[in-house]
């Protein structure tokens, strides 16, 4: 287990946002709704994105989506989707083929999964040779069938072209992706980090910490700062106060119970840790966020 894997989990397509749609120019689609994650691919033909777009056709400069490529759209600010960019005419617009597109969406309903919208750009376009050709011929022949359990099957297909193309967006020499990631593959963060990830209940200190990565906690100290931004137990406490709180919502564990989850001994201590990261009490957060009913498909705030 890693941080990116932990990302991910709380990010799912639900089959209420997938649609496969035939257009033909001039052609416009509008997103107002708001979704965490939209996703948008060509199956054939393509579009350009324009995001921030207002009823004057302000924005930002549209980008290109091309047959293959897979784009990412971070939410919730809205954008729109079309045959041409603002600046071509009808004229050329009239020549264009058909597109078929496929789009998804993506509610972020826990904290861990937040942070992952934290280290995104608000638009990542991944190319169409980069990997995940063969996931988008498949997710082609299931969207335009009608077999027993299609909807699951497409949800999870989404699922896997979001990782893949993540996964590619974070591999790629020109991202800069978030400092955790790039310590993943350091021989003396990495095995920390994931340490951490896995077993977030055990009572870590910089001595067994320093102990996964085979070097003197001193080294570890300096090393972790420079790639991740933090020390390393400032990360932890980070981590399991973000555990914490999904825990929190989603499940009736008790505070204490809670607290045994993330490595704390009594209750008073995670406590103490989490209004310090939260701003509130643990029951104090499961009590606000429960009573919004607009909470499901964002993280809470009890602010």
Sequence with gaps: MDPFDDLLRGVRSDGVGFSRTELRPPWTLRFTEGASLTLCTPLRGEGWISRGETSQGEGEQPRPVRVGDTAIVRGPAPFALSDRPRSQGPAEAAAASRTVLVVGTFQVRTEVAQRLLGVLPPVLVMPG?????????????????????????????????????????????????????????????????RAMHAAPDRPWTLAALAGEAGVSRTTLTGRFAELVGKPPLTYLTDWRMTLAADLLLESTATVAAVAHQVGYADAFGFSAAFKRIHGVSPSEYRKACRAKADCTGTACSPA
């Design 129 to 193: 040779n980069d990997g995940c050709a063969s996931l988008l011929d498949f997710l082609d022949s299931q969207s335009a069938a009608c077999p027993p359990g299609q909807q699951v099957v497409l949800d999870r297909l989404l699922d896997w072209l979001l990782v893949c193309a993540l996964r590619g967006w974070l591999d790629r020499p020109g991202a800069v992706p978030p400092g955790w990631f790039r310590a993943l593959g350091d021989e003396a963060v990495g095995p920390v980090l």
